[in-house]
């Protein structure tokens, strides 16, 4: 994990530390940050997950999870934030996993925003976690760096931890008859009807830059995905991989052709 060490939190001071580098991956004020060192004291006081991650005695990410429904099965990840390009995530990731097995807990889920490339690869591919639900904004409108002020979507992940090695979900081959429902055209979703049983979802190339420079073609995305990948997971189809890195295939259930 390139030298990451990964260990809980417990005082105070860490906390704030958290905080602030919250505050500075997210792109908000110090005091605006996505989650305040009072909360995660509580939550870590109260027998839940936070953990920060360090380089050379630096903090380089951290994450925040909270015991969930069905109790005493499940963990409930809310926030990991992690300098981009060290390896920081996976580690984090891999801590939290090891934690969670041993208080004899099943899954571990979360959410992530379903337009953003790189976090739909590293939660299907790297970790080998399903997406379950859309939620459509499920934080309202946030009006921060990473997000521009879009509605919040979010995709629910399960990471089920009783696999011995989780599947990764990288399709390199699309079968026979696999059909997009969005298509990325020239920058822009273009939607088209379709009743294949595998599914095509495209995806922008880069969301975050998109709301800064075109905010109307980010909201096109947004809708366009919410329609197509939300409907489907609603009616009971299932993600079952990301393709060439740009593209959720899904496959449709019997009941729905």
């Known amino acids: 994990m390139n030298g990451a060490t990964v260990r809980e939190l417990h005082l105070m001071e860490d906390f704030e530390a958290v905080s602030l580098l919250y505050a500075d991956i997210w792109g908000s004020e110090p005091g605006d940050s996505p989650i305040s060192g009072e909360i995660m004291r509580a939550l870590s006081?109260?027998?839940?997950?936070?953990?920060?991650?360090?380089?050379?005695?630096?903090?380089?990410?951290?994450?925040?999870?909270?015991?969930?429904?069905?109790?005493?099965t499940s963990l409930h990840s809310h926030i990991t934030g992690a300098v981009m390009g060290h390896g920081v995530g996976l580690a984090l990731k891999m801590h939290q996993r090891q934690w969670a097995?041993?208080?004899?807990?099943?899954?571990?889920?979360?959410?992530?925003?379903?337009?953003?490339?790189?976090?739909?690869?590293?939660n299907l591919v790297k970790l080998g976690a399903r997406p379950e639900e859309y939620l459509t904004s499920f934080y309202g409108a946030m009006d921060d760096a990473i997000n521009g002020g879009d509605?919040?979507?979010?995709?629910?992940?399960?990471?089920?931890?009783?696999?011995?090695?989780?599947?990764?979900?990288?399709?390199t081959e699309l079968p026979?008859?696999?059909?997009?429902?969005?298509?990325?055209?020239?920058?822009?979703?273009?939607?088209?009807?379709?009743?294949?049983?595998?599914?095509?979802?495209d995806l922008p190339d880069d969301i975050e830059a998109l709301r800064r420079t075109d905010p109307g073609a980010a909201r096109?995305?947004?809708?366009?995905?919410?329609?197509?990948?939300?409907?489907?997971l609603t009616e009971g189809a299932r993600v079952v991989g990301l393709?060439?890195?740009?593209r959720y295939v899904i496959q449709r259930t019997a009941s729905h052709p």
């Open 45 to 72: 006081h109260a027998g839940n997950y936070v953990a920060g991650a360090y380089e050379g005695g630096r903090l380089v990410g951290a994450s925040v999870a909270f015991l969930g429904e069905p109790i005493g």
């Open 101 to 122: 097995l041993a208080r004899r807990l099943t899954r571990i889920t979360w959410t992530y925003d379903p337009l953003i490339r790189r976090n739909a690869y590293f």
């Open 151 to 171: 509605e919040s979507d979010r995709v629910l992940a399960a990471w089920y931890l009783t696999e011995p090695t989780p599947s990764p979900l990288e399709v």
């Open 176 to 201: 026979t008859g696999a059909a997009h429902r969005v298509l990325n055209r020239e920058g822009r979703p273009e939607i088209a009807k379709t009743d294949a049983e595998t599914v095509l979802v």
């Open 220 to 232: 096109a995305w947004r809708l366009a995905v919410r329609e197509t990948l939300g409907d489907l």
């Open 243 to 246: 393709h060439e890195r740009r």
